[in-house]
């Protein structure tokens, strides 16, 4: 496995795959590496010849400077696993190389695909990260770019851009890798203590019942979601961030129960913030 720092060595790399005829599956990650990123390594090796994984703690998207700062790191071990994964090469950018000084910062966003869920309570997130996301499409020129599903809205609006500009690749969504209680794998899981870890279980949990409510005939939306609001609320100490029901396409609020909505929310477990969402089919 290549690990490289620098943009010319990650160039001069990919010219010669290119030249190679070699087909470029790309993961960008944050680092702290779990199995979920590797369903990403995974899902890129059996769809293209050569996998980069890019590894860098993107400034640009924390609206929080303290997440910032307490974002783990663990290089060593993100290494090793790419490597037993088999990914071919590994990016790990410092922020100077990602942002050298410029006076004309450039700012892209999808408006309607922002208005809600994280793009609401985040503000500047997805701009930061569409910012990041092109600069690294463009570094390592990928056929294909792999996302998780459990950032719903980040695979979305990373579509949209891709689409609306016409950049030459396709993005593949992921399946949510999950602990064996369902709560999804995420980098931040780690700074949870063994009381909020079993507070955190409250998400999946309410995500099976949301599916048991609409299974045994709930259609008023309110109502839904002021019992799965209840239920992650009453006799916990979690907060939540939002908890909404909107259409998995154009992430725009859903007023009625039919065909398939996307349940997604945002808890505070102490300090740290998790993330997860479900796409669920609306019997008719
Ligand atoms: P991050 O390092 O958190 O920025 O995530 C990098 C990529 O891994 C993103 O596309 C995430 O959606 C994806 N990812 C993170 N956690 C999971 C998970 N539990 N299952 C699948 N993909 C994930």
Sequence with gaps: MIVVSKIDELKNQIYDWKKQGKT?????TMGS??????????????????????????????????DFEKYPVN???????????????????DVKTMYPETKTPIQISIPKLQEHLCGRTRPGHFEGVLQIVTKLFHLTE??????GLKDYQQFRVISAMVENLNFPLEVVGVPTRRETDGLA?????????????ETASLIPRMFALAKKTILSGEKDIKLWKEILRDFLLTGSSLRIDYLEVVDPIDL??????????LLAVA??????????????????
Excluded: W
Excluded at 75 to 93: R, Y
Excluded at 185 to 197: D, G, Q, Y
């Design 267 to 284: 808890v505070f477990v102490g300090e740290v913030r998790l993330i997860d969402n479900q796409t669920i089919e609306i019997p008719s």
């Design 24 to 28: 470029i599956g790309f993961c960008p």
């Design 33 to 66: 590496l779990h199995q979920g990123h590797m369903d990403l390594v995974q899902t890129s090796k059996s769809k293209t010849d050569k996998t980069i994984v890019s590894i860098f703690i993107n400034p640009t998207q924390f609206n929080d400077p303290k």
């Design 142 to 147: 990928p056929s294909k770019a792999f996302f």
């Design 252 to 261: 725009q609020p859903k007023d009625k129960l039919e065909g398939q909505v």
């Design 185 to 197: 794998m995420s980098s931040r899981n780690v700074r949870l203590s063994p009381k909020e870890r």
């Design 75 to 93: 290089t060593e071990n993100d290494l090793l696993l790419c490597e037993k994964n088999g990914a071919d090469m590994v990016f790990l950018p």
